[in-house]
């Protein structure tokens, strides 16, 4: 069976959702805030602005289009968690009351601002599997990140053991020994989400630019900061880079986030019967404990889809096609046939790769420097669907001088970027550190 749609991305391929064009930036503008970056980050923030400012103008500067980075392209998983939780516990482990609070509200907020603005995206709330698959290894795994969500604070109504059975009963991975079930999460189409932000934004009047790449951050003669680029420039009281992973030549973030490649594979749509054999009942979002980093979930048109880092390019580049690596894309091939050989002859339809960023502290970050008029938010390490919608909301809160439980948050910081911030070491350091890191990983499933 072979798939006709001209986009390797299966998010982006005839899904009903059309990809309005925003104009290009093409004169001198004004406005009270900046925004560099059309993804979830930056579209979260603008929304947020304008329900709580609606008097505040507000532009997007968006270097390609809308979602055309990792927002656009990622697994869909809208999680509530956030990479680098042990960083933010006390000297007992255990997280403050209210950043359990927050964390538990997430997919609630999510959804109640999915619903606000009539987002169509696919969105189905079934949960995780956390499952110790294919190797014996993997239980050991399961049960320390348990103990560890265990010691933060989260209680079984959050993250609960399931026995060989349980686990299998919900997704029939190969050799499943137990797994973890939390409903801390959903899935959804991050494309369509994404472009309905756009609209979403948009129709409360925030100013979108696409194909507006930003040469220069720098401040003019009277002291405004002003963004330039090719055909035009914006003057604003606050600049926000919301460019994450694509944080690219003159951008200020650009030696504090490493880029990171990572990709999805998706099926063909699989038949009732084979679903039947598989599980994802739910729609439950799925992932094995192997150092892949897998994620897996059952899209709206019943394709299994397969994502799994990844590789880093030298010199810190960014990926902009949707093409994947195809010996990346046959390990996760290789992968999916692995935990479902029940697949069989199934074929693989699309394949497609982007970047995600990782900050040097290998935590998230919202930082907002006031005497430079930046503000950013980021370094979400491929959880960013779920947590650039709370990052988005903090930054709201810190512009509008807000105080709030999130800008109290241990992630919040008003500083110097290069203070709040961490830079990575310069090549060929980061180079040989990824490289070697993922030959110990590719080395241990051979040895498994």
Not at 159 to 172: I, K, M, Q, T
Not at 204 to 232: F, K, W, Y
Not at 360 to 381: C, E, K, M, S
Request: aromatic letters at 8%; charged letters at 20%.
């Amino acid at each position: 069976m072979t798939d006709s749609s001209t986009t390797p991305c299966l998010w982006q391929a005839g899904n009903g959702i059309s990809r309005e064009a925003y104009p290009p930036l093409t004169e001198d503008l004004a406005c009270d805030v900046a925004i560099v970056g059309g993804g979830f980050t930056g579209l979260w923030t603008a929304l947020y602005l304008r329900q709580a400012a609606p008097e505040l103008s507000i532009r997007v500067l968006e270097a390609a289009h809308c979602g055309h980075g990792a927002s656009g392209r990622n697994g869909g998983w809208l999680m509530a968690s956030l990479e680098g939780l042990h960083q933010f516990a006390d000297t007992d482990s255990r997280l403050p009351a209210e950043l359990l609070t927050l964390i538990r509200g997430l997919i609630p907020e999510a959804f109640k601002q999915i619903e606000r603005y009539n987002l169509q995206c696919d969105v189905s709330h079934g949960g995780a599997l956390f499952s110790a698959a294919r190797y014996p290894q993997q239980i050991h795994r399961a049960k320390s990140m348990l103990r560890e969500q265990q010691r933060f604070g989260f209680t079984e109504d959050d993250y609960r053991w399931l026995d060989a059975r349980e686990a299998s009963s919900r997704v029939n991975a190969a050799c499943t020994g137990g797994g973890i079930y939390t409903p801390l999460v959903a899935t959804l189409n991050p494309w369509k989400l994404i472009r309905e932000l756009a609209r979403a934004a948009s129709g409360l009047g925030v100013a979108i630019h696409e194909q507006t790449p930003v040469n220069s951050i720098s401040n003019d003669s009277t002291g405004a900061r002003v963004l330039r680029t090719q055909r035009g420039s914006v003057s604003a009281d606050w600049i926000v880079l919301a460019t994450e992973g694509y944080s690219e030549g003159n951008n200020p973030l650009h030696n504090y986030i490493l880029p990171v490649q990572s990709g999805m594979v998706a099926t063909e749509p699989l038949s009732e019967a084979q679903w039947q054999t598989l599980g994802f009942h739910q729609r439950e979002a799925f992932c094995d404990f192997s150092r892949a980093s897998t994620y897996l979930q059952r899209s709206a048109d019943n394709r299994l889809v397969v994502g799994a880092r990844g590789s880093y390019l030298w010199g810190r580049k960014c990926q902009h096609t949707l093409d994947a690596l195809q010996k990346e894309t046959a390990k996760r091939q290789s992968l999916a046939r692995q935990l479902f050989p029940q697949l069989g002859a199934v074929e693989f339809t699309h394949a497609w790769g982007g970047t995600l960023g990782i900050p040097r502290r290998f935590a998230p970050h919202v930082t907002l420097d006031r005497n430079r008029g930046l503000a950013t938010a980021g370094g979400y390490i491929g959880e960013g669907v779920g947590a650039s919608l709370l990052f988005g909301k903090t930054l709201a809160h810190l512009l509008l001088n807000k105080a709030s439980e999130l800008t109290q948050m241990p992630w919040v910081r008003a500083a110097p970027l290069e203070d709040a911030l961490r830079r990575w070491e310069p090549e060929p350091l980061p180079w040989l550190g990824f490289n070697a890191t993922m030959l110990a990983f590719d080395l241990e499933e051979r040895l498994k």
